[in-house]
């Protein structure tokens, strides 16, 4: 006589069953949070010996610190050229804008303090706003705790937050403008639209925030909220430089 298989909900019903299940996730979640602390560990090290660094922790900051400096002193931000020390200005003009703040409040020491600590706070910032994404679009009750341990794992990141650079600011404005698309309502694709628009506004390469957008609004046909999206994202890219070149034409040149 043929005897039937239990059905697979006798399994979901056997305490012993979910207790093994239970145990395996503990354990799985055990190890990959001792590997998520000894990363977090290793990165503030690296970190907070940077910070207090009197010299450039990347290549190239100090070029970013000296026309940060130099707004600072003149209010000016496109240099002459032609005069020393004959270097352009990298980065967009948010980027130096942002980073001279914490010099108009408090004269540091260690002028590389107040342009790194802006630099950090963006990192953390991008890392808040990815597991903010992920909890959107996958809205289990313990998926940001999994989001915050991946984020925070990418080793290759320890070496990146306080270098001045324009890369994390430009990141979370594209990673806000993703959060606001998930929104179903038409004032947060009009945010969305600006937001992916300031993301140029600190470093011109990334449109990956505008041509996604944009995309996925055309794959859905919502023709409305496309043209609201393509509207406020212009007003913030090439809005804004328009208006910084009627001020300053030495910025094309640049």
Known sequence: MEVSQPHLSTFARDPIARGVRRIAGCVAAVVVFAFFLIGCLDTVTVQFAALFQLNEFGY????????VLHLQRTGELYRDSSRPPYLPTQYSPLMYALYSIPGRIYRFAN???GPRLIAIAAFLLCIAMTVSIAHALIPARRSWWW??????????????PVQLRGDFLGIFWGLL?????????????????LCAGFALQFKVTYVAALFAGA?????LRRWRQLAKFAMSAALTSAGLYLLIWTRDHRMLSQ
């Open 111 to 113: 002028p590389f303090l």
């Open 177 to 193: 403008s993703i959060r606001l698309l998930l929104i179903e309502s038409d004032w947060a694709i009009v945010m969305a639209g």
């Open 147 to 160: 989001a915050l341990v991946l984020a925070g794992s990418v080793n290759i990141m320890r070496s990146w």
């Open 215 to 219: 995309l996925w609004l055309l794959i």
């Open 60 to 67: 190239g900051d100090s070029y970013v610190l000296y026309d």
